[in-house]
């Protein structure tokens, strides 16, 4: 996609922040019920286009299946947590009273996979917004068309339901060196990174609070005392999910002895039914 300043697609690293700096206090300027309104839109949005951005990303990146993305869209557009992680809590003791309220960070900067591009877009977008955050995505280049396409569609939802553009920004040709950009700027205040180790380190190593997803290599555990049945099934589904691109898929299985032999008879009768 070409630059679109208003739907949140900038040339430079230094216009998304901008714009997302003259956003970021409009949204927070919007009641509370509102900014639920703006984020069960997008909800509604995303789960319409679960399948066509799935599509998108499966066409641009090659990596995964189709309707395993169609399956990770929906659930991050339903299950991602909104506003109800925001209720301000209160203590109190002989000491006094103290009241705990949830404040946003500004601007954040985030980093995004090509394993799970629209996905990601769709959580982190979501999250940030309930708490009062606007956000720059540097996409993973390998992604970056599906990944555009995603952050205009949220922004048009939001629009379209009375909120301010460009809470959510991306760079129209992300690169390794926009991430870097992105990383250092002085009015990013927060990193989100999903990606390879490489780019963890980095956002580790800005000297800004980040919150990172590396690469994964789950195990999963299985004993005697372990419904074989469905630990076999369970581990095939679980593995196979998105051709097993996703850092959280089990990648490891270790069994004892005594139920070895069975879990394998299991998970190879499941295996040949996918």
Partial sequence: MAVDRDLGIFATVDEA???????????????????GELIDAIRK???ENAAPLAKAAHEETGLGRFQDKIIKNQLVAEKTPGLEDLAPQCVTGDHGLMLQEPAPYGVIGAITPCTNPTSTIICNSIGMIAAGNAVVFNAHPSAKNCSLQTVALINKTIMANG????????VSNPTVESAGQLMKHPNVRLLVVTGGGGVVKAAMASGKRAICAGPGNPPVVVDETADIEKAGRDIVLGASTDNNIICADEKLVIVVDSVADDLIKVMTRNDALL
């Fill in 17 to 35: 922040v901008q714009a997302a700096r003259e956003a970021q206090p409009r949204l927070v300027a919007l009641p509370l019920k509102k900014r």
């Fill in 45 to 47: 949005v995303m789960m």
């Fill in 163 to 170: 909120g301010p553009k460009n809470v959510i920004n991306c």
